[in-house]
């Protein structure tokens, strides 16, 4: 990981560093995560795995831009109010999605939907590296005329 003040403070060109980072991990195990259910596409009690981010990133990138509630603890048995999550916080998370079968076999792995999904990762990993690479471009134009 690059180190250096600019990466440690909240400015946007962090924070766009931090996100697309961020992205690109989990595009990378949610590749693992597809190539595994391709692979297992025929395999008897298989489960499909699918990786969770960007529902609980929106959900707490929502929650920086509203808004805070004041609270106001009047009782030691009143609840403290839920720390806030920071978006630098929020992780991948592989689930296993139980509550379909798609064949007899209870395997619930749909192969087009898997090439689907594999196609939509790839071109969001080349989105983000895009991303990145204009990033880092600019960086290095701002430092080159400094």
């Given at each position: 990981?690059?180190?250096?003040?600019?990466?440690?403070?909240?400015?946007?060109y962090a924070r766009t560093v931090r996100l697309s980072q961020m992205s690109l991990g989990t595009s990378s195990l949610r590749h693992?995560?597809?190539?595994?259910?391709?692979?297992?596409?025929?395999?008897?009690?298989?489960?499909?795995?699918?990786?969770?981010?960007?529902?609980?990133?929106?959900?707490?990138?929502?929650?920086?831009?509203?808004?805070?509630?004041?609270?106001?603890?009047?009782?030691?048995?009143?609840?403290?109010?839920?720390?806030?999550?920071?978006?630098?916080?929020?992780?991948?998370?592989?689930?296993?999605?139980?509550?379909?079968?798609?064949?007899?076999?209870?395997?619930?792995?749909?192969?087009?939907?898997?090439?689907?999904?594999?196609?939509?990762?790839?071109?969001?990993?080349?989105?983000?590296?895009?991303?990145?690479?204009?990033?880092?471009?600019?960086?290095?134009?701002?430092?080159?005329?400094?």
């Amino acid at each position: 990981m690059l180190q250096g003040n600019v990466f440690l403070n909240h400015s946007p060109y962090a924070r766009t560093v931090r996100l697309s980072q961020m992205s690109l991990g989990t595009s990378s195990l949610r590749h693992q995560a597809i190539s595994n259910n391709i692979s297992n596409v025929d395999t008897p009690h298989y489960k499909r795995k699918m990786i969770t981010f960007e529902s609980e990133l929106n959900r707490v990138i929502a929650k920086e831009k509203a808004p805070p509630i004041p609270f106001k603890i009047t009782s030691t048995r009143h609840l403290p109010p839920e720390d806030p999550k920071h978006y630098y916080d929020v992780t991948s998370n592989i689930l296993e999605e139980y509550d379909t079968n798609y064949k007899n076999d209870k395997n619930n792995v749909d192969i087009e939907k898997e090439i689907g999904d594999q196609v939509k990762n790839n071109l969001h990993y080349g989105a983000v590296t895009t991303i990145m690479t204009n990033s880092f471009g600019r960086f290095r134009s701002v430092l080159a005329r400094a």
